[in-house]
């Protein structure tokens, strides 16, 4: 067996093992973030459980740390207060990125662990089976309920060789990236194996499977080997560390080989993760601005390379440069070896230990602006700058860049590569509520300030749908299209308010249209190619535009977490059956769906009318027993 079979293995309560089949697995560690956990702790409320049953649950607070407003202090009042109710631990605002703290405090090699968050497939890099999905899906596990999920197929990735200086785990998986794409990969696993993967310390391997979000698959991981368990020792956590590898007889679906020492620097170009080119062909671009950190590579392995490579130099005085450590023990180990005024001096600014730039939430660029970026997702307007220009590198490539005030190649520049400590400096006095956990305080005041709204309830699928085409959008539509983050973060904790916003930045009048809609009595349908839904995990994304009226995705293809939250929230997720029909729909088109409730019952195909263009097109709807019974009674919350 190879690793993704033991652990799925060994967790399974119920489902088949052939690929593509539902597999329900047993869940030990959950974690939500708070763009996601506002509304993951109202679906928890909801089932009236006394506390949580997961060995572990742990409420981070890492998105919306700049409090403009009473919205995101609201949140965090309300989370506090659930945490401690409920026996969950929490993470106060500024103690670091969610992903980054569980690795280092809490991820367990073999466990699993899923999260309200796209890259909670980081726990990878110490062999957990760490997987994003909605915060209803979240909920449920946390009450001890399983996940369901498809048997995968696993990709391994052999690595031989090792890196040289200047070329880091970023390039290792802009490679991959390069490979297989940011679609397609649905229902698959990657697993790293071969000689190479000793050479790489726990970090380099936390960033190589938090960005194998953006290949579409389930998760990515690593084996627990040596390297493992002198991370967790450092960490005072050496009795967590178990063994992990595959069976030496162990199979793969397909094998991809990369010679590590055969790497050069990459860096992802506008608009996609997958837009993968060598940093030798950018370079003597000029760049504006140049942003180090995120949950993808904010470590202090990452951060002291960049405060070596800036060491007794200035950063090019037109550009601008901002630093983000991944979590307060990061920040503190740099502080106590005089490496963050290293970085003041080398004129960089030091922001919070938070997701911040990455989600647009501060640190925009200047129109047209290029900026570097060493986090994970370069989508269109994503930084909160629709004109900017954003290339996703590796720290290594930024520092080079920031100092030469152009893209340029690091390897000349590039120091030893920095040793992890024998004992990282601990510190867990931000995390509240370690004593009580996973039993709470019975009975303890939750605090609902007015940005606190209800969860919205769906209603159960009509056995015939009247609708209309009222918007058409193209492949890799992401969930930034649908529910942009930025300033509109803080709005999450308030559906109504928050669903004005859904696909504002493809048509901002979508809202208007779609409620006018559903005031006439008519559903909404969207109509997508592929790959829609590509990106975060945000729930908000279906729970919208269910709240808006939209009954139907119809696409080409539909991402994992995506069609998930669809389900979940009572939306069919529909697949064309001939892709040519996606061109024959244009927006506005009158759909009338005759018999729709009796062919999701049936699992079978689905007949759409177009009435406007006078023709028939079938859809499919590629559901499981569990899926099909959320599907009609308007979705999850409504079946528990």
């Not at 702790?41 to 049953?53: C, I």
């Not at 983050?485 to 916003?501: D, E, I």
């Not at 349908?525 to 729930?539: F, K, L, P, T």
């Amino acid at each position: 067996m190879n690793l993704t079979q033991k652990i799925l293995s060994a967790h399974r309560v119920a489902g088949g093992t052939n690929p593509g089949e539902e597999v329900a697995i047993r869940i030990d560690q959950c974690l939500t973030q708070d763009a996601t956990g506002t509304m993951a702790y109202l679906q928890f409320e909801s089932m009236g459980l006394d506390r949580v049953r997961a060995e572990l649950a742990v409420s981070y607070v890492d998105h919306n740390t700049v409090q403009v407003g009473f919205e995101n202090a609201d949140d965090h009042d309300y989370l506090q207060s659930v945490a401690r109710r409920y026996g969950v631990i929490y993470s106060k605002p500024g103690n670091g990125i969610c992903h980054q703290l569980h690795l280092e405090r809490f991820g367990i090699p073999g466990k699993t662990l899923i999260g309200s968050d796209s890259h909670t497939p980081t726990g990878g890099g110490i062999g957990m089976f760490a997987m994003g999905a909605g915060g209803i899906d979240v909920a449920v596990a946390m009450g001890g309920g399983p996940f369901h999920i498809a048997w995968p197929r696993t990709i391994g990735v052999r690595l031989t060789g090792a890196l040289r200086p200047g070329v880091s785990a970023k390039d290792v998986i802009l490679k991959v990236l390069e490979r297989y794409g940011t679609k397609g990969n649905v229902g698959k696993v990657v697993e790293y194996f071969g000689p190479g993967v000793a050479t790489l310390d726990v970090p380099s391997r936390a960033t190589i499977c938090n960005m194998g979000a953006e290949l579409g698959v389930t998760t990515s991981l690593f084996p627990s080997d040596d390297v493992t368990r002198a991370f967790l020792e450092a960490q005072g956590r050496g009795a967590d560390f178990v063994p992990l590898a595959p069976d030496a007889d162990a199979t793969y679906d397909e094998i991809f080989d990369i010679d590590l020492s055969a790497l050069e620097p990459l860096a992802a170009a506008p608009h996609s993760p997958g837009n993968v080119v060598t940093v030798a062909s950018l370079a003597g671009m000029k760049v504006n601005q140049v942003m180090i950190g995120s949950c993808t590579n904010s470590s202090y392995r990452d951060i002291k390379t960049v405060a070596k490579m800036l060491e007794g130099k200035r950063v090019a005085a037109d550009v601008e440069v901002g630093i983000a450590c991944g979590s307060r023990q990061v920040f503190r180990m740099l502080a106590d070896e005089g490496l963050l005024s290293t970085l003041i001096a080398s004129g960089c600014r030091i922001l919070e230990n938070a997701c911040g730039f990455c989600i647009g939430a501060h640190m925009s660029p200047s129109t047209n602006a290029v900026s570097l970026r060493t986090n994970n997702r370069n989508f269109e307007a994503r930084s909160g700058t629709k004109s900017a220009q954003v290339y996703l590198v590796s720290p290594e490539t930024a520092a080079a860049s920031a100092l030469a005030g152009a893209f340029a190649d690091p390897r000349p520049l590039a120091p030893q590569p920095v040793s992890l400590p024998e004992r990282f400096t601990l510190d867990d006095s931000m995390f509240l509520y370690r004593d009580t956990a996973g039993v709470g305080v019975p009975g303890a005041e939750i605090v609902r300030g007015p940005n606190i709204g209800e969860v919205p309830k769906g209603t159960p699928l009509p056995d015939d749908l009247a609708a209309v085409a009222t918007i058409k959008v193209g492949d890799k539509i992401t969930t930034d299209h649908i529910m942009p983050a930025g300033a509109r973060l803080k709005f999450r904790s308030n559906v109504p308010l928050y669903a004005h916003y859904v696909f504002e930045p493809v048509d901002a009048t979508f809202h208007d249209r779609a409620l006018a809609n559903k005031g006439d009595g008519l559903a909404n349908v969207i109509v997508a190619g592929e790959s829609y839904g590509q990106g975060s995990s945000r729930e908000h994304a279906a729970m919208c535009p269910m709240f808006l009226g939209v009954r139907l995705v119809v696409a080409k293809s539909i991402e994992r977490i995506h069609k998930a939250n669809l389900v979940n929230f009572g939306i069919v997720p529909c697949i064309f059956s001939d892709p040519a029909d996606y061109d024959r729909v244009a927006q506005g088109d009158r759909i009338v769906a005759h018999g729709l409730r009796a062919a999701i019952e049936g699992g079978t195909a689905i007949t759409l009318r177009d009435e406007t263009k006078d023709f028939d097109f079938v859809v499919t709807a590629n559901l499981s027993e569990r899926e099909r019974k959320a599907i009609l009674a308007g979705g999850l919350l409504a079946t528990l």
